[in-house]
């Protein structure tokens, strides 16, 4: 997703791009932005390159990078998921006492924050619903990112609406039905071949709605991105979702 974002950056005239930041490859000069040179040391970068932004897809999640980021008053835009709730409520908290804004994008895909719309808008009408999510082999958290904030956003529509699902979300320990956020039953799938998938099916009386977004590559994730960066500087607190952005 780094070097996606370098590419990406490169081509946009109107946002230039003044450092790197990785624990491998250090010393090396980007491809894509000739003059750049990767630092292992993100301090360093972030008082030597001032950025306005600082967009991480550092893996897994580091509060470490973000907590650096907003004492320097550089706003971070975060798209590495897996972050624990605890996790979000420090990252607001540090908004608060740094007063630098933060977003944390777990899906920067215009037709997934579409996906995650449409799907709430529905559970008012249909609140018995199941979230597939499949990605490739590498992804480390799961459930993902998006199911999650699918479930979420899926629950205050119900919840605003006044629907509930009638079948009952069952026991933990049944593991056959997947995990459970926000009452939302959610399976993952990890497969080489995936890049990033889900389905949010709804079933009702006698009929199923299937909504279903796929990212077919990782080009699919850059105008969310560009979009986020040129918000940066209006930002206050903390953004979560793109939706926000749109
Ligand atoms: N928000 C979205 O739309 C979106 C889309 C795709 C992937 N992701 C998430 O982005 C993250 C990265 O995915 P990826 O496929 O690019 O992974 P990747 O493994 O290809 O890249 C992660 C990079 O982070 C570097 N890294 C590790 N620790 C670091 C640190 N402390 N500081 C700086 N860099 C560090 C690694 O060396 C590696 O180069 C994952 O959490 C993934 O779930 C989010």
Do not use: W
Not at 46 to 72: Q, W
Not at 96 to 111: D, H, K, Y
């Amino acid at each position: 997703m780094g070097s996606e974002v370098v590419k990406a950056v490169a081509t946009a005239p109107d946002i230039e791009l003044v450092g790197a930041c990785d624990v491998v490859g250090v010393g090396e000069q980007l491809t894509d932005a000739p003059g750049v040179i990767i630092e292992r040391d993100l301090e360093k970068v972030l008082t030597g390159c001032k950025p306005d932004v600082m967009v991480d897809f550092a893996k897994p999640y580091s509060l470490e990078n973000t907590r650096l980021a907003m004492e320097h008053g550089v706003v971070p835009i975060i798209g590495s998921t897996g972050q624990t709730a605890e996790e979000l409520a420090e990252i607001e908290r540090l908004t608060e006492q740094t007063g630098t804004a933060a977003m944390v994008i777990p899906n920067f895909a215009i037709g997934a924050v579409l996906m995650m719309k449409f799907a709430a808008q529905a559970a008012a009408y249909l609140p018995d619903v199941e979230i597939v999510e499949l990605h490739h082999e590498k992804k480390m958290d799961a459930p993902s990112g998006t199911s999650i904030m699918t479930a979420q956003m899926i629950n205050a529509a119900r919840n605003a609406a006044g629907t509930k699902p009638a079948v009952p979300v069952g026991s933990p320990e049944d593991r056959a039905r997947g995990d459970e956020k926000h009452g939302i039953r959610i399976h993952s799938v990890r497969l080489p071949g995936l890049v990033a998938h889900q389905e949010v099916i709804f079933g009702g009386l006698g009929q199923v709605l299937t909504i279903r977004h796929d990212s077919l590559d990782r080009t699919s994730f850059m105008p969310g991105v560009l979009l986020a960066i040129r918000r940066a500087s209006q930002a206050k607190g903390l953004t979560y979702g793109l939706d926000k952005l749109l």
